[in-house]
């Protein structure tokens, strides 16, 4: 079973740009959750997204936004870039049941540096 | 407050030793989940043991064990006869139930332990 694939891998962006990230998740996975991940502030939760629409979603402006297709396959954006936001974005794929046990599993990561 | 709490950055082991990586959480819940995954510095997260928190018992997955104690809230990752490839980082995270709402729940991660292992 292939796993969570990440295009691309590495990005570089100046700052007011925008990005659009791509996620295809394990096949047969509905959920699909985005993740930054900074030296500062460690790993923390953008959004998850299920059957198209999002359900859960952090703490995080609203420039960063995503969305899912009917395939499951996912795709996050950031406008107006800012220095900040470099950083690695992980996206992890899990089956969606509501499971408490279910891991989420995670892509390579899309490394995203702003200039 | 932190709900996960990895209290040491950076960790040494020789090769072929145990060790054990420490995790302290933070939760009123009584039903959550506990992770840990291994990140090496290519960047994936690779998932390798869960305990919930109803198991009785420890969770084993090959070299890796989970010392749980649940009064202490605290869920150690041990790791029997460190390998070369056991160098990365470790992260704990935690899902809560009152995350799920409509969805699965999100991850809560700590700041990770970085493992090296020594020849």
């Known amino acids: 079973k292939a796993g969570v694939t990440q295009t691309p891998r590495y990005l570089i962006k100046t700052r007011g740009q925008q990005v659009t990230l791509s996620c295809s998740p394990i096949?047969?996975?509905?959920?699909v959750s985005w993740y930054q991940q900074t030296p500062g502030q460690g790993l923390q939760f953008l959004f998850e997204?299920?059957?198209?629409?999002?359900?859960n979603k952090g703490n995080f402006p609203g420039r960063f936004s995503g969305r899912q297709f009917s395939n499951s396959r996912s795709e996050m954006n950031v406008s107006t870039l800012e220095l900040g936001d470099s950083a690695l974005y992980l996206c992890?794929?899990?089956?969606?049941?509501?499971?408490?046990?279910?891991?989420?599993?995670f892509g390579d990561g899309t490394r995203l540096s702003i200039l | 407050a932190q709900k996960i709490t990895q209290t040491q950055p950076g960790m040494f082991v020789q090769e072929k030793e145990a060790v054990t990586l420490d995790c302290t959480y933070d939760?009123?819940?009584?039903?959550?989940?506990l992770f840990w995954y291994k990140q090496p510095s290519s960047g994936e997260m690779i998932f390798l043991i869960y305990?919930?928190?109803?198991?009785?018992q420890n969770a084993t997955e090959g070299r890796y064990s989970l010392n749980f104690q649940k009064a202490r809230k605290s869920a150690n990752l041990v790791i029997s006869a460190s390998q070369l490839g056991d160098s990365a980082m470790y992260f704990c995270?935690?899902?809560?139930?009152?995350?799920?709402?409509?969805?699965?729940?999100?991850?809560?991660f700590g700041k990770g332990t970085k493992l090296s292992v020594k020849p």
């Open positions: 992890a794929s899990s089956p969606g049941d509501r499971e408490l046990h279910q891991p989420q599993h």
């Open positions: 995270a935690m899902r809560e139930v009152r995350n799920y709402g409509g969805s699965q729940g999100n991850l809560i």
């Open positions: 997204y299920f059957s198209e629409t999002q359900r």
């Open positions: 096949s047969g996975h509905r959920s």
């Open positions: 939760t009123s819940d009584q039903s959550y989940g």
């Open positions: 305990q919930g928190s109803y198991d009785e």
